[in-house]
């Protein structure tokens, strides 16, 4: 096993941060290192927007729950579809690009491409030994996060990446089986298979909580994600994104 695999197999997300700052280097080198994902047809539909002042921090951290580590980190990433640029280009080329601009299509590539680059941001930082977490709670409120940002049209903030100096190691989570995420020649839909898996990953899940909270928590994975899923959030999003130009053809 080479180093960049043990790297990509030791990930957990850090929510608890030393207080020290990323360099500009190091800063420079993690977005460097996005940037050099894959990007449908070299559009490169995604923009990354840096937060060091604790003031805006504390606004996103309120607007994400109260999630302390989006205000005390090495810093703070926020990845965006952006297709804003390329309504320049229209501009700038004198062609009519609204059609494209507005489709589902090139809306599932701004988002493709902002995760991919996310992700070899994320492990660029835990390769130089720093700890990462995703922060989705963004999207409680984009319009407020929008407001603090200055974000223009056809710009849509996706999610957080909270970067810094690991003052903790928790347990690394366990994964769903491999033959639940791995099908080969077409998806496989045993319904028998299926449930069995997924009872022997409860099993797992729910030893990982027995230990991990030392008894205060024993909840499975298939019944954390149905109470989740039982209760709809950020149902305004449909509305959001084509506000922002998205998504209407």
């Known amino acids: 096993m080479n180093s960049v695999i ?8 850090i929510r608890k941060f030393e207080e020290k700052l990323l360099t500009d280097e190091q800063i420079r080198t993690i977005v460097e290192c996005a940037q050099a994902a894959s ?3 070299f559009i490169q539909a995604y923009s990354i927007i840096g937060i060091k002042d604790p003031v805006k921090k504390q606004k996103l951290s309120e607007i994400a729950g109260n999630q ?23 501009q700038l080329e004198e062609k009519d690009l609204s059609t494209s601009l507005k489709s589902t299509e090139k809306f599932m590539v701004a988002t ?6 996310a992700q070899n941001a994320v492990l660029a930082a835990e390769s130089l030994g720093l700890g990462a977490c995703y922060i989705g709670g963004l999207r409680n409120n984009l319009d407020e996060v ?10 849509i903030p996706l999610f957080g990446i909270a970067v810094g100096y690991p003052s903790q190691t928790p347990d ?9 995420i791995y099908h080969e020649e077409g998806y496989q839909q045993d319904e028998g298979l299926f449930k069995q898996g997924l009872a022997t990953y409860n099993e797992t899940i729910s030893e990982y909580y027995t230990q991990r909270t030392k008894g205060k928590r ?21 509305e959001f994104v084509k506000k922002q130009g998205f998504n209407q053809e």
């Open 146 to 155: 929008c407001e603090i940002l200055n974000i223009p049209k056809f710009v």
């Open 39 to 41: 990007t449908s047809s």
């Open 68 to 90: 302390t580590y989006v205000a005390e980190n090495g810093h703070f990433f926020i990845f965006c579809g952006d297709l804003h640029r390329h309504n320049v280009i229209s």
């Open 218 to 238: 024993t909840d499975t994975w298939t019944g954390q994600m149905a109470n989740m899923l039982e209760n709809p959030k950020r149902m305004y999003m449909k």
């Open 172 to 180: 690394k989570k366990p994964r769903l089986p491999f033959e639940h």
């Open 112 to 117: 493709i491409d902002a995760a991919l680059a």
């Open 6 to 13: 043990e790297t990509i197999m030791n990930h957990r997300s």
